[in-house]
């Protein structure tokens, strides 16, 4: 009986996640007339789509230093609160507020008539464009982004044993020395699946660069939309695909928790 | 210089009393025990010392040092805590090197230092090892070794031997009193388990809802308890009623008996304790009381045997001497195993009674 | 708690919250733009009700979250209880890896790969597309929901209701599913939210004719301002407003109740 169980459970597994992924292995090696070719990989190779690779990194990296660089002392702070659940709650409810309506939202604040602005302009400054500007991107990505950031690390910061601070304060440490050599440190496994969570969708966020980059930043995601929905070159985007899935795999490597390696 | 001081202490947490006028200075090297049940407010006191708590009012000195506002990270105070507070990103080396690091002792005599601290733990091989793959045992003597490194003043063990099985208990008991001789520092001990309270302390306090009700050595106390609370709390006791006929004379269920105490107005109401190991079964009739053996359950050591005098009153009487259940005997005891404790009186004027008398009766 | 540390929290919850309170206030605006305010007005709530299409995109979109989600709870749970009674330790940490791709996959991956699949197995895209989609990126999430209160309940209990003469059947409906019932529980409400909230992958696999509340915004978005997006967003946030207010007392509560208890 506990086959029968297991047979809606196992087919979802080989057709939702074994054929799509071999899928788009098998289509990345495939021209748009569907003859078999390395065309795909040698035009990512060639210097134009590296050149896109390393630039969304490039953003991805800086997309997660930031978030994490406001993120990690959020954290902190609302790990010492008397009603912490309630303050992380407050820092959830965001993330259940549809994603588009919050880019949506930037693009009325960072238009030219928006709220940015009139208040360069009520303190003396010109207007400037800040929508459709890497500077767009970066912050909605960045405001998108700290509750999902600050959530793992809270929850690892919380996990970390009251007498352990004690102690570190009855060795002579001060709060800073506390911080650095006691907290961080036991916090890092939060820190770990942190940046995890925001550096990969970081790569491949499209809907962000259409909405309030104007383009000006292409992503490994809008690339693949791009060759999808737009070019309708599905071995092209699926070249990306792979490429973005193998970055995917080095980063899960990379941040890999202690638990997941025992 | 050492010597703590504790000034009219309170600790309110929200609306609860958790401390009551705490007066108590602990002089220097000494071994102490605050004994209590839980919740009673002995880890709390502790946590003042240690300086985790800010007493609600009154002051804590150490020496002539008012150390109300200094941090936990400011004084010569260092803790052994009750789940051990290993860091467990950091092996057992680094663990007894943290406090050293701090405070920026130089390479050389760091080591010097840990390799003795891991000596006298006998820890030396394990210097390298998780924390993880340590035993309860071996966490509880690096503990120790971390705390002892940085040579504080003052050690405070919270309830640290009762995360153990009972053996290691008793060898950690040895092992600890043994330490202590050695370094010659203050060591304050937070258990509720009187054996080891017994068998360790210079000086042990008692304490109650706040309270320290009876402080004195183990003998003293054991021997002296100021009251039922004390005398239960520590070791098994009968204890009758009674009422005070004159100096060295008590009345239990009528009939006088000749004691040891004084002191206490004429016809005062008392408590009357014996400790079950001081009584002694006597064939019928050649005890105080003619007595019904009830129940006799073996000990290893010793027989637990519970007997019911004529009024109806439950004995428990400690001793190798056999018997059988349902046997008619009597039961005897010395004046100078009969304890007699006001109900009410407070410890200083028990302190004051006891002196009254002393030499007299 | 210093100064600094709660000028900090303060400045982010601002942060955080100040995008939404902006739209919400603009779609009061007589206006019709997100810069001057010119007077207040409930027109936007209004052609929001009664743009037939729009209600039609809102309907589809909890249509689809609530049956994605049905389904993807029950293969979650055959899923987890599978899982559950694999003793090969190989065996069981390959599945859950392979169960863990689709979580840490990139939208775009997930949508891509799956407009491959069903372009090959000739489904047309449209609502079977979008829901199969749904259950594909839910499975696994409610199988991660449900495991711990699998492994969290007492080892004996299953032997314990085999030694009372339980069937293999009676273990299952009596014993194991009755007692990870909040397991269950929150893998469906959690697949339910990933549900309403997913753009990317619908983005992908939805045709024409079929469309979601997110992949509807995204067309209005890029089509330029209009304060009907503000108003939907608007009451959005008062439902979840609501919701998470509810959800805090009555968490608060149980926590209180256990307590006592």
Known sequence: ?262 | ?361 | MNTLSKSFLTLMIIFLYFPILYLAFYSFNAGGTMSNFDGFTLDYYKSVIENKALMTVLMNTIAVALISSGISTVIGLFGALFLYFIRQRYVKNTLLTLNNVLIVSPDVIIGASLLILFSLFGITLGSVSVILAHVAFSVPIVVLMILPSLYQQNNNLVLAAQDLGASAWDVLTKVLIPNIKPGIFAGFLMALTYSLDDFAVTFFVTGNGFSTLSVEIYAMARRGITLEINAISTVIFVVVLIIAIIYYFVSDKNIKRGKTT
């Open chain 2, 1 to 361: 210089m050492t010597e703590i001081r504790l000034q009219n202490i309170h600790q309110y947490f929200d609306d609860a009393h958790i401390l009551k006028n705490i007066d108590f200075t602990f002089s220097e090297g000494k071994f102490y025990t605050i004994l209590g049940p839980s919740g009673c407010g002995k880890t709390t006191l502790l946590k003042i010392i240690g300086g985790f708590v800010n007493p609600t009012s009154g002051d804590l000195y150490f020496g002539d040092k008012k150390m109300n506002d200094i941090p936990a990270n400011k004084r010569q105070v260092n803790t052994v805590f009750q789940d051990y507070a290993l860091f467990p990103h950091l092996n057992v080396y680094e663990n007894v090197a943290f406090g050293l690091k701090i405070k920026k002792v130089s390479k050389s005599e760091r080591d010097e230092r840990i390799k003795e601290a891991l000596r006298f733990t006998n820890l030396t091989d394990f210097k390298e090892r998780d924390i993880e793959s340590l035993s309860g045992g071996q966490k509880q003597r690096v503990a120790i070794a971390r705390a002892i490194v940085n040579e504080p003043d003052i050690l405070l063990l919270d309830e640290s031997l009762s995360a153990l099985d009972h053996n290691l208990r008793v060898e950690m008991q040895y092992e600890l009193k043994e330490l202590q001789q050695k370094l010659g520092i203050t060591f304050i001990f937070v258990t509720h388990d009187q054996e080891e309270a017994l068998a360790l302390s210079d000086e042990i306090l008692v304490m109650d809802r706040g309270h320290i009700v009876q402080a004195g050595s183990p003998k003293d106390i054991y021997d002296e308890p100021l009251n039922r609370y004390v005398a239960d709390f520590i070791g098994e006791s009968n204890i009758v009623e009674g009422e005070m006929l004159e100096d060295g004379k008590v009345s239990i269920y009528g009939r006088a008996y000749e004691c040891v105490d004084g002191g206490v107005k004429r016809g005062t109401p008392v408590e009357v304790m014996v400790r079950p190991e001081d009584i002694i079964l006597k064939p019928a009739g050649e005890g105080h009381l003619n007595v019904t053996v009830d129940s006799i359950l073996f000990r290893g050591v010793h027989y637990e045997i519970c007997v019911l005098d004529e009024d109806g009153y439950e004995w428990v009487i400690h001793t190798t001497q056999r018997s059988e259940e349902g046997k008619k005997v009597s039961i005897y005891f010395d004046k100078e195993n009969m304890h007699i404790m006001v109900p009410g009186e407070k410890e200083e004027e028990f302190n004051e009674r006891l002196e009254s008398y002393e030499g007299i009766l």
């Open chain 1, 1 to 262: 009986m506990k086959r029968v169980l297991a047979i809606p459970y196992l087919l979802w597994m080989v057709v939702f996640v074994i054929l799509p992924i071999s899928f788009m292995i098998y289509y990345s090696f495939n021209d748009m007339s569907g003859n078999l070719t390395l065309q795909n990989y040698a035009e990512f190779l060639s210097s134009n789509y590296l050149k896109m690779t390393l630039n969304s990194f490039w953003y991805a990296f800086l997309i997660t230093v930031i978030t994490l660089l406001i993120s990690y002392p959020l954290a902190l702070v609302i790990s010492r609160l008397k009603h912490k659940t309630f303050w992380l709650l407050i820092i959830i409810i965001p993330t259940w507020i549809n994603i588009l309506l919050k880019t949506y939202a930037f693009i009325g604040i960072l238009g030219i008539n928006g709220v940015v602005n009139t208040i360069f302009e009520t303190i003396g400054l010109t207007q400037i464009q800040l929508l459709f500007s890497d500077f767009a991107f970066i912050t909605v990505a960045v405001y998108i982004f700290i509750p999902f950031m600050v959530l793992p690390i809270f929850n690892s910061i919380n996990g970390i044993n009251k007498n352990l601070i004690s102690a570190s304060y009855d060795l002579g440490a001060s709060k800073w020395e506390t911080l650095t050599r006691v907290i961080f440190p036991l916090s890092l496994e939060g820190v770990k699946s942190g940046i995890q969570i925001t550096f990969i969708p970081a790569l491949s966020l499209f809907m962000l660069s259409r909405l309030v980059a104007g383009n000006k930043v292409v992503t490994l995601g809008t690339a693949i939309e791009q060759q999808f929905l737009i070019n309708e070159n599905w071995g092209m985007g699926s070249t990306v695909g792979v490429f973005l899935i193998l970055f995917m795999v080095f980063v899960m490597l990379a941040t890999r928790t202690k638990k997941e390696s025992v």
